[in-house]
């Protein structure tokens, strides 16, 4: 089964973009940056999503980041699937943090549960079948609206959106061009997806 085991975020300045993904979410070896500074404008067409266990741990990595810099795209609220946020690192790249808790039902923590890539794509049922052709393994579907992937515990998660309702969850135009701006490592052969996301060999990023 082919895996995600980190996401490069190439950005214009690496030490103050390690210092905010630092000081913001305490992320492990699965995120990493590089510095690159590709033209991108508008929409990168995908998001980055911290599931935690709790609404406390919400409020806690969304006011770390807010701290460290972010800029909010959608306040903390609690909604029909649960509880979270959606800001924008000082590098551009956008992050969601959520839980499908609406009460704490413990001491708050600062604890990860997931981290999930969440790609926006031209048409969800193609890119599926392209990605499952490659060697991954789908967990669970919602026909042409969303597909999530199976992953190792440690490995990073996938999951496909249409592009526009990816760009709606994050509360963001949906327009954009130019580089992705994001490197997937994974445990296969490098490869480039249809639409345009870089898939490089684990260790090589």
């Known amino acids: 089964m082919t895996s995600i085991t980190s996401a490069t975020l190439e950005v214009a300045d690496p030490v103050a973009a390690e210092d905010f993904y630092h000081s913001a979410f305490g992320l492990d070896g699965r995120l990493r940056v590089r510095a690159s500074d590709p033209p991108a404008d508008g929409f990168r067409g995908y998001t980055l999503s911290l599931v935690v266990s709790q609404p406390s741990t919400v409020d806690s990595l969304v006011g770390s980041a807010l701290d460290a810099g972010a800029t909010p795209l959608k306040p903390v609220a609690k909604s029909f699937w649960g509880y979270g946020g959606v800001?924008?690192?000082p590098d551009g790249a956008i992050w969601k943090v959520a839980t499908s808790a609406k009460k704490d039902t413990g001491p708050a923590t600062r604890a990860i549960d997931d981290l999930v890539l969440l790609l926006g794509v031209a048409d969800v049922k193609a890119s599926k079948?392209?990605?499952?052709?490659r060697g991954l393994v789908v967990k669970r579907g919602f026909g042409s609206r969303y597909v999530e992937f199976e992953a190792l515990p440690t490995a990073v998660k996938l999951a496909l959106y249409g592009r526009d309702a990816l760009a709606?969850?994050?509360?963001?135009?949906?327009e954009g061009s130019g580089s992705h701006r994001i490197a997937?490592?994974?445990?296969?052969a490098p490869f480039t997806d249809r639409d345009g996301f870089v898939w490089e060999?684990?260790?090589?990023s």
């Open 129 to 133: 079948r392209w990605y499952v052709e």
């Open 87 to 89: 800001v924008r690192a």
């Open 201 to 204: 060999t684990a260790g090589l």
């Open 184 to 188: 997937i490592g994974c445990d296969a």
């Open 168 to 174: 709606k969850d994050a509360g963001v135009s949906p």
